[in-house]
């Protein structure tokens, strides 16, 4: 039962890809406005999150079909395949910062993605006199590609998780079965040694005895 359990549980950390330390982490976006959504879009490389390394990307948003300059338009992002999807996050629209930045927060433990948070603000004025074509884009409702600023933060997580606690659990049960056997085998033998020298001893007095009854007899 705990072999099959522990079986399961490597199967399921199986799902998780390995990288090394500036991989890219395989990427995509998708879309929605106009009560619409696109399909997934592989990002390029260049705008992929690299493993372990914190950076700034300018993500191209090709015109939108059939968009009307007063729909919201929100983005959706995936990490590691499908395996890390955050929410839909507004870029345009009522409400939306102008423009805006997306902060992705990336968790690693050792050499696996765990965990992907997002959050959408404005982007900083220090930024923005730097870079004031992409507030140019952003507020000019006819100009497409805009630009989408992405930047990924990394975090480590400590390296003792849950499966490593389970195999300390396993090992601790498998050492209490082996003592539980090794002491039972002992008992038993120990229980058997006892009925080999009852027999022994039922031989050694019933020779005795057959001796004594031999030894009455001769008398
Ligand atoms: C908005 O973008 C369009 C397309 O790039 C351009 O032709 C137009 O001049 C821009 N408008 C302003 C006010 O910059």
């Known amino acids: 039962m705990s072999l099959l359990l522990l079986g399961l549980l490597l199967l399921l950390s199986g799902a998780a890809a390995n990288f090394h330390e500036g991989d890219f982490v395989p990427s995509a976006r998708r879309a929605q406005f106009g009560g619409s959504r696109t399909h997934w879009h592989d990002l390029l490389g260049r705008h992929c999150p690299r493993f372990g390394e914190d950076h700034v990307v300018a993500i191209p948003l090709p015109e939108p079909k059939g968009f009307m300059t007063a729909d919201r338009y929100k983005i959706q992002f995936t990490f590691d395949g499908d395996r890390l999807v955050t929410p839909w996050l507004k870029l345009m629209g009522k409400g939306a910062p102008n423009p805006p930045i997306v902060h992705i927060f990336l968790k690693r433990r050792g050499e696996v993605l765990k965990k992907a948070k997002a959050e959408v603000h404005q982007v900083s ?25 992405v930047q990924y933060s990394w975090q480590a997580e400590q390296e003792v998780d849950a499966l490593s606690g389970l195999y300390v659990v396993f090992a601790i ?5 082996l003592v539980t056997a090794v002491s039972t085998l002992l008992s ?17 007095t019933a020779s005795g005895s057959s001796a004594a009854a031999a030894a009455v007899k001769g008398d």
């Open 125 to 149: 004025q220090a930024y923005l006199y730097a870079h004031h074509q992409l507030l140019d884009e952003f507020r000019n409702a006819t100009h497409w590609p805009k630009h989408l600023l």
């Open 188 to 204: 038993y033998e120990a229980k058997l040694k006892a009925f080999m020298a009852d027999i022994a001893g039922e031989d050694f």
């Open 173 to 177: 049960c498998l050492l209490a079965f």
